[in-house]
């Protein structure tokens, strides 16, 4: 510890001569001044950064994950094709898979197989309640049902495709 008393340590300190006014580099030249004399002080406080808005969170964790130079570049490509650098564009994806695996997914040809064999069996039952079905009564069943499934299965899933449309995206506030 000093034992020389603060107000000595000042003068001590104020007597040594800047460090800029007397080095020397290699060369034997004399460092120039960091700042010209008439040069305005450089303000002690940063200018503070824009606050975020209320709403607004950061992000604050990250995933690392590794690539095959082969995996890489497609990855790249699809980036670059969205106009979009590669962290945004992975981010995106990631969360835009994420999010469709929350949502139902309907495979619209096993929904309308599904209506078909369901109309199928309804007609079946309640003609064979009547009697005896014969082959063209087997026919006729069978034949609307094929002719129905997809027309059912679309009418089920068309207010799920409106909802999903990029029209009704930009349609709504």
Avoid: C
């Avoid at 510890?1 to 107000?7: A, D, F, Q």
């Avoid at 063209?136 to 495709?161: F, M, T, V």
């Amino acid at each position: 510890m000093n034992t020389l008393p603060s107000k000595q340590l000042w003068k001590l300190a104020a007597d040594k001569p800047h460090p800029s006014k007397t080095s020397e580099d290699l060369s034997g030249k004399a460092f120039p001044p960091m700042a010209p004399p008439n040069a305005k002080p450089h303000p002690l406080i940063p200018p503070a950064a824009p606050a975020a808005p209320a709403n607004e969170t950061y992000r604050t964790k990250s995933i690392a994950t590794r690539l095959t130079e082969a995996e890489f570049a497609e990855v790249e490509f699809a980036a670059v094709g969205a106009g979009q650098k590669v962290a945004e564009w992975l981010r995106e994806a990631a969360l835009a898979q994420a999010r469709s695996a929350q949502e139902e997914h309907t495979d619209p040809i096993l929904l309308a197989e599904i209506i078909g064999m369901r109309a199928l069996m309804l007609n079946l039952f309640a003609k064979a309640s009547e009697g005896p079905l014969s082959a063209e009564d087997l026919r006729k069943i069978s034949s609307y049902a094929e002719a129905i499934k997809d027309q059912k299965a679309n009418e089920l899933l068309a207010p799920r495709r409106r909802r999903k449309s990029p029209e009704a995206l930009e349609d709504s506030p």
